[in-house]
Nanobody, 116 residues
């Protein structure tokens, strides 16, 4: 089992940047396929990005491609999401997700609000 704690959210103006972190504990972080998923007000869950545990390949939703960068530090058991050129439509609660085999785990989420 793994515990996930997101941080780094907040209020930022359009065009600004934020860096989200997801600290993990309780299991071998490097063995997990990690993702960021968000939920905007009144909407369903939207996959944002993921990073593979084997070769570190990264994938992005079209809505964030070129603006967001996912990364992981296996030595620190931490997942990151660097978000640049933020837009009001990026406003959401951002969750990190860890998956391995039949199991997946979620953090509690961190709020990102993009507004002037």
């Amino acid at each position: 089992q793994v515990q996930l704690v997101e941080s780094g959210g907040g209020l930022v103006q359009p065009g600004g940047s934020l860096r989200l972190s997801c600290e993990t504990s309780g299991s071998t972080f490097s063995s997990y396929y990690m993702s960021w998923v968000r939920q905007a007000p009144g909407k369903g869950l939207e996959w944002v990005s993921h990073i593979k545990n084997d070769d570190g390949s990264t994938y992005y939703a079209d809505s964030v491609k070129g603006r967001f960068t996912i990364s992981r530090d296996n030595a620190k058991n931490t997942l990151y999401l660097q978000m640049n050129s933020l837009k009001p439509e990026d406003t959401a609660v951002y969750y990190c997700n860890a998956a391995r085999g039949l199991y997946e785990y979620w953090g509690q989420g961190t709020q990102v609000t993009v507004s002037s």
